[in-house]
């Protein structure tokens, strides 16, 4: 068996937090295995085959030409818009063979057999989720719901708050420009059911 570490810390910005994005774990390139840290600096969705930070900017500034952004510039760009992520996932112990498998699928047999952590959510955290409309970086699944069932309990928040979540299309191999769209028709609507 083989442990991987989600090493991505909970963002929350400083100002006013407008949405929380939700993620699963960490990619690999962004997971300690078996006690062995990453190499390099490491953020949020670092996959180059992931769209998620083109899909963004489309989404937040339509007006400007996306562009690869560092790791500062990415907390800069999340500060500037109100926007707090966390993975949900602390730790996965997976078989030897998905030792270097990053898919959902995995996280979900691991949480089947009790092999999963959560992430610890701090006081703030706690209350924005609470109030404060919240996304998934993917289509609602039984296993996502599952993971979020074990993230709130955990964190000694009401499985209720599965309402107050919306899921995105993947942003991985996707046009951003299209996805973002997407993404903006569906937030519109959401926000309008939402009763927060």
């Known amino acids: 068996m083989v442990t991987h570490q989600d090493e991505i810390p909970i963002f929350i910005p400083r100002k006013k937090t407008k949405l929380v994005i939700f993620g699963t774990m ?19 969705y670092n996959n180059n085959r992931n769209h998620f ?8 500034e339509p007006s400007k030409e996306p562009r690869k952004l560092t790791i500062k510039e990415k907390k800069e760009f999340l500060e500037k818009h109100g926007i707090a992520m966390t993975n949900i996932v602390d730790q996965a112990i997976v078989p030897n063979k998905f030792k270097t498998d990053p898919s959902d699928t995995v ?17 703030k955290l706690r ?4 109030s404060t409309p919240m996304f998934f970086t ?6 996502i719901e599952e993971l979020l ?12 708050l599965i309402e107050n979540i919306w ?3 993947t942003p991985t191999r996707c046009n951003p420009k299209k996805r973002s769209e997407m993404w903006r028709e569906e937030m519109l609507s959401f926000y ?3 009763k927060l």
Do not use: M
Not at 26 to 44: L, Q, T
Not at 55 to 60: D, E, I, P, R, S
Not at 114 to 120: A, C
Not at 149 to 160: A, D, H, I, R
């Open 26 to 44: 960490g990619s690999i390139n962004a997971r300690s295995i078996n006690g062995v840290k990453p190499e390099g600096d490491f953020f949020y």
């Open 53 to 60: 930070w083109k899909v963004l900017q489309f989404l937040f």
């Open 107 to 123: 996280l979900f047999d691991s949480h089947k057999k009790n092999k999963v952590t959560f992430k610890n959510a701090n006081r």
């Open 127 to 130: 209350e924005i989720l609470k």
């Open 138 to 143: 993917c289509r609602r699944k039984k296993g």
């Open 149 to 160: 069932k074990g993230y709130f309990s955990q964190n000694n928040l009401p499985e209720t």
């Open 167 to 169: 899921y995105w299309a």
């Open 192 to 194: 309008k059911s939402l």
